[in-house]
Structure formats: structure tokens, C-alpha cells
Nanobody, 126 residues
Framework: QLQLVESGGGLVQPGGSLRLSCATN????????MGWFRQAPGKEREGVAC????????IYASDVKGRFTVSRDNAKNTMWLQMNSLKPEDTAVYYC???????????????????WGQGTQVTVSS
């Protein structure tokens, strides 16, 4: 029943920035874990960022920490991923996801995330 829709992807030069959005059809997302994942060509889907329901806990993959920032507004039913200092290796399809039962883990695991968006393409190239 829960639907997630990503937007904001596109083509950007190395060093540039993008802001991804994840909109849901829920009236609110209180106390539910949400995360961002990405999958590059020929690679496994990997966790990028995870945020707790109250936004007090945020976990990032080591290769994006300091460059990416995850945030959410439960009243707006929306989560964002601010991506700065982008590198070619950030090129991937980015997915938002929801985990109803579990807290964020470190490292971020796909286990427990049952609701997924369709993904948005991010390409970092000169």
C-alpha cells in the first residue's frame, strides 16, 4: 500500500550537486526507518544513507560521509538526499526505501526494507 517515488536525478559534472526527493502516499511517516540505496551497473545494490523516524539517527556509507546529507519531514511525507562534491563513482540508480520494523544498522543493510521506489538515475560525468 505504501508507495515511494524518487525524483531529482540527472546528469551532473564531477564536483557538482544534486538533491534527490522521495515522496510517499502516507499521511505521515512517524517512527519509521527510511533509507537511500544505489546500484551501479554490474554491482550489487548498496546502502547509502539511513534515517530514523524522528531524524535523530543518521547513518551513512563510508564513501559518502561528509558529502551526502539525508533529511526528512514527516508532515510532508518526504525524504531528501543532498549530494555534494559528486564523483564519477557516485553514478548509479538511486532508490528510496522504507523499513517498518527495524532501526538503522551500521553498516546499512537491505534486510528489512520491503517498500521500494522505482529509482532515479544519477550520472556524474564531464
Amino acid at each position: 500500500q505504501l508507495q515511494l517515488v524518487e525524483s531529482g536525478g540527472g546528469l551532473v559534472q564531477p564536483g557538482g550537486s544534486l538533491r534527490l526527493s522521495c515522496a510517499t502516499n502516507a499521511y505521515s511517516l512517524i517512527y519509521s526507518t527510511m533509507g537511500w540505496f544505489r546500484q551501479a551497473p554490474g554491482k550489487e545494490r548498496e546502502g547509502v544513507a539511513c534515517i530514523s523516524g524522528d531524524s535523530r539517527l543518521k547513518i551513512y556509507a563510508s564513501d559518502v560521509k561528509g558529502r551526502f546529507t539525508v533529511s526528512r519531514d514527516n508532515a510532508k511525507n518526504t525524504m531528501w538526499l543532498q549530494m555534494n562534491s559528486l564523483k564519477p563513482e557516485d553514478t548509479a540508480v538511486y532508490y528510496c526505501a522504507h523499513d517498518h520494523w527495524n532501526a538503522c544498522s551500521d553498516p546499512i543493510s537491505k534486510d528489512g526494507f520491503r517498500d521500494w521506489g522505482q529509482g532515479t538515475q544519477v550520472t556524474v560525468s564531464s
